[in-house]
């Protein structure tokens, strides 16, 4: 009888080990001779596999309901201008030098490009987390900052997508050029990068669809806004013009500008530094809540 406990034992014991196998090539004999434990990294410093399989994962999720992400932000950024012209129209004069339409026009695109470039971040997050099938992402052998870049080439992608759609619609109805096209284009990026990571930070703290809504409701909003999107910051009393210089989407709503009209309120190159600081920081928050599974693992 001890005899054959031991034995028992012995098997549990050998089909309990934490180990697999890794067999390359043609999966000869001398490749499977290779152990790694259980959750060891096999594919070098980045595992490209798993952050193009995720990075297009994300793409796909709104690619699939097209007229939603891509065509409605069109309808709506076309809904503003409409409104603003016939409500306004050309008795409010030039701003920067420009026609008051054509000022706004590089405001309502940034605005709506951050907006869907968080939009897209946070809520693939927690509709993982509500279905319950966030492990799917988790169980890979993806690493912090893999998971993060995975996230938000998402979020860049669906935002630089609506900016490319809305720049073109605006070039054809107001016959606008953009004055400085990288400017433009660099902006477009980092300000969905940056929403991009807010909204992964969102969607982290975030249980359920109501506290996403609060947070776009109560920062997401007011930060567009409340950031010069449809005035110049330079009419406003000296104390809320130091405030906006505190929000980070006024240096992209201006650099925007810029790169369409070729004016703005302050310096794009400080622009530049100010939101790419605010990116990298609320980046590095992602990255270890990410690391150490903060609202993510039960």
């Known amino acids: 009888m001890a005899t054959a406990l031991n034995t028992i034992a012995q098997g549990q014991e050998k089909h309990s080990l934490p180990f697999y ?3 390359r090539g043609t999966g000869m004999a001398d490749d499977a001779a290779q152990n790694f434990p259980m959750g060891a990294r096999r594919f070098g410093r ?10 297009n994962r994300e793409v796909q999720r709104f690619l699939v309901v097209w007229t939603q992400t891509l065509a409605a932000p069109l309808v709506t950024a076309g809904l503003f201008l409409a409104v603003f012209s016939l409500a306004i129209g050309p008795a ?10 054509v000022f706004l026009a590089p405001g309502i695109l940034m605005m709506t490009v951050i907006q869907n ?4 971040t946070s809520s693939s997050i927690v509709i993982s987390k509500v279905q319950g099938n966030i492990v799917d992402t988790l169980m890979p052998p993806l690493s912090p900052t893999e998971l993060l870049l995975g996230y938000l080439a998402g979020g860049v992608a669906r935002g630089l997508m609506v900016g ?6 605006l070039w054809l109805l107001l016959g606008q050029p953009v004055t400085h096209p990288v400017w433009l284009l660099l902006f477009l990026t980092l300000g969905a990068a940056f929403l991009g990571v807010l909204g992964i930070a969102a969607g982290i703290i975030s249980n359920k669809f109501d506290q996403i809504a609060a947070i ?5 909003v007011p930060l567009s806004f409340l950031s010069g999107t449809f005035y ?12 906006s210089r505190f929000n980070p989407v006024f240096y992209l709503i201006d650099g925007a500008r810029y790169g369409m009209i070729g004016a703005s309120d302050a310096s794009p190159l400080l622009g530049l530094c100010v939101v790419a600081g605010a990116t990298t920081a609320i980046g590095a ?3 270890h809540w990410l690391r150490t599974g903060y609202r993510l693992k039960p």
Do not use: D, H, Y
């Open 21 to 23: 196998t890794i067999q």
């Open 46 to 55: 980045v595992n490209w596999l798993g952050l193009g399989a995720l990075a």
């Open 92 to 101: 409010r004069g030039e701003v920067l030098g420009v026609p008051f339409i």
């Open 117 to 120: 470039s968080f939009a897209n």
């Open 164 to 169: 490319a759609v809305i720049t073109l619609a």
């Open 216 to 220: 776009t409701n109560f920062i997401v």
């Open 232 to 243: 110049s910051i330079a009419t406003l009393p000296p104390t809320l013009e130091v405030m």
């Open 285 to 287: 928050v992602c990255w």
